[in-house]
């Protein structure tokens, strides 16, 4: 056994090390603006951010091109506004943001901010525009402090106190032994993925971007981490022109307009209220989650009284 254990053990770190290292290269692409496939149009402009406002024309794409993902999506976001993208699994919603952030290009139609279209200016002027909250936020190896200064390096310890505020992760900051001085990411202390995407609006409050993606992280949390989140979005996607990413429902009722994809299609779109009103997907979608939710706390309830 202690043959067989030994290695396991030697594997687990390393695998953990490899893990770490390929977080660290992922943000080191994006320090150094590098990107494998997109490269800047030769004379591309820096992207000029009026009023922030954002436009997908009759845009079409695919991964791979014998599978088609959008086929022909159009929607505005007007400046300050919020719109919400929800849909199957699998429907598109992600990749609406990875072409925004122009991780890949479209392969027709356009995506454009202020009337600039994203293959046109340089990737630097355009991601210095944009906050981007992922699903899946890594940690540097490093404080708690640090990390949500790496939005405004030139950040003051007050700056960074007063976004972790808003971003409703102060109090979670304060219980630990050492503060914002504590040690986080794979080496340091583990957070939760609510946790985590709150460091991430903290340093998205810092960055101060003209508009912003919220990417839902898919995993449930309880509803109040739901809570805490949702308070803290509404704080940064205040006069900010934000397209959330939804996995979940509960995120999206307050949003302007809401845009239902499937099959690669707007299948539905308008407010929350109107959307129930039509009775067709999206009133499926919200009777099935809600129906889960109550399950779960039914379930929460019978426990705690075991
Ligand atoms: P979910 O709610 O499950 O996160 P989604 O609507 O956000 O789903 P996307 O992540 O946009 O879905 O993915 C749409 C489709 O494209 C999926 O079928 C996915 O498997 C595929 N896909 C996503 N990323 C890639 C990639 N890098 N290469 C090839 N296919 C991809």
Redesign the pocket.
């Known amino acids: 056994l202690m043959q067989l254990s030994l290695p396991l053990g030697v594997i687990g770190f390393v695998y953990s090390e490899v893990r770490q290292a390929l977080a660290n290269i992922e943000q080191m692409f994006d320090l150094l603006d590098m990107d494998a496939e997109i490269e800047d149009a030769p004379g591309a402009k820096e992207l000029m951010v009026a009023s922030g406002a954002i436009s997908f024309k009759d845009v079409h794409f695919a991964?791979?091109k014998a599978?088609p993902?959008l086929k022909g999506v159009s929607f505005d976001v007007p400046a300050g506004h919020t719109i919400a993208?929800v849909?199957?699994?699998?429907?598109?919603?992600?990749?609406?943001?990875?072409l925004l952030y122009r991780f890949?290009d479209v392969q027709a139609g356009s995506v454009s901010i202020d009337g600039q279209d994203v293959r046109t200016v340089t990737q630097k002027s355009l991601r210095a525009a944009i906050g981007m909250v992922p699903?899946d936020t890594v940690l540097f190896n490093e404080t708690i402090a640090y990390n949500i200064r790496y939005g405004r390096p030139s950040a003051t310890q007050e700056d960074v106190e007063r976004a972790a505020e808003i971003a409703q992760v102060d109090h979670f900051i304060h219980s630990l032994p050492e503060g914002y001085k504590s040690m986080v990411g794979e080496r340091g202390l583990k957070l939760s993925g609510g946790e985590k995407q709150r460091v991430a609006i903290a340093r998205t409050i810092l960055k101060s971007p003209p508009i912003l993606i919220l990417?839902e992280a898919?995993s449930a949390l309880d509803t109040h981490t739901e809570q805490e989140i949702q308070a803290a979005l509404d704080e940064v996607s205040k006069n900010r022109t934000t397209l959330i990413?939804a996995?979940r429902l509960s995120t999206v009722i307050n949003a302007d307009e809401i845009i239902v994809?499937k099959d690669g299609r707007i299948a539905e779109r308008g407010r929350h209220a109107e959307l129930l009103d039509q009775n067709g997907l999206y009133a499926r979608m919200w009777n099935r989650q809600r129906e889960a939710t109550e399950v779960e706390e039914h379930l929460t309830k019978v426990r705690a009284e075991d």
């Not at 849909?87 to 990875?98: D, H, V, Y």
Request: glycine share 12%; charged share 20%.
């Open positions: 991964y791979d599978r993902i993208v849909g199957p699994s699998g429907a598109g919603k992600s990749t609406i943001s990875r890949y699903q990417d898919t990413i996995h994809l």
